[in-house]
């Protein structure tokens, strides 16, 4: 979630003077501009600037904004009057142990290194961190987006490991309607995850591209955690990634062959347009809008390694 908070930087007029930080004279040995130390080695009691502390891009457009003179970061009006923006990203959930399994044991394929996943305790300590958390309508929509995806995935794998020796998800009794798990003090399933938190109360069918139920011709297990501040990118990266994938869909400008998830899903899909729009949005090259469309048969092989 990004917060957004009002700071004061700099120094007064009446002690200092007005400070100014012209790019043209950067380079310049001549210049004779002391240097701003860092802020770590500051010296209050010295007289010159206090160093103007940019921390994110919005600062950097905010001076830029303020120069009279284009070419040059010139800020020519006491600069404690003038406060600066400064974004502040806060972290409703840490997904970080998650990426790290996902780096070690998932591969540029997307299989996963079941046995050894298994035997790693940071997946345990996740999983137990994704039961205790609470998410809630006061987080915003990409962190509970990618809240539910990362549940959803690690809990695919827990699932899995409980049965060992499966060579598919579907040699599982009911996989997806199986409550082996909770969050938030409340029992749940996959479906739960799937249908009621991501589909129906977020509504991006883009997550079909990221929840993977460990087969074959699911969208590959990315090996990296989904995460609010990128999910945008992220989602469109993994449509992309999918939808070109010629293992899971053939494309032709006049025949499509697809996966049978935009045949389970074309509601999803075509909410905006038309199944191939959507599929244009994504695709290398373009489909025409009259192309024809079969859907391929579906691979439920374990996507392990």
Known sequence: MLRIASNKVGTSNE?????????????DDSDPTPPIPAASNLDRSRPYPQPIMITSFANVFILLSACSDPSAIDVK???DAAPLVTVVETITFDHREWDQLLHAYVNDKGEVDYASIGNDARLTHYLDQLSKATPSESWSDNERKAFWINAYNAFTVRLILDHPGVTSIKDINSPWKLEFFSIGGRKMNLDHVEHVELRKNLNDPRIHYAIVCASFSCPQLWNQAYTAIKLDDQLDDAARRFINDPLRNKLAPE????????DWFASDFTQEGSLIAHINRYAIDPIMKGAKVEFLDYDWRLNAQ
């Open 15 to 27: 002690t200092h003077g007005t400070p100014c930080i012209d790019l043209r004279k950067a380079n």
């Open 77 to 79: 009006r006491d600069l």
């Open 255 to 262: 025949r499509l062959q697809l996966s049978r998830i935009f």
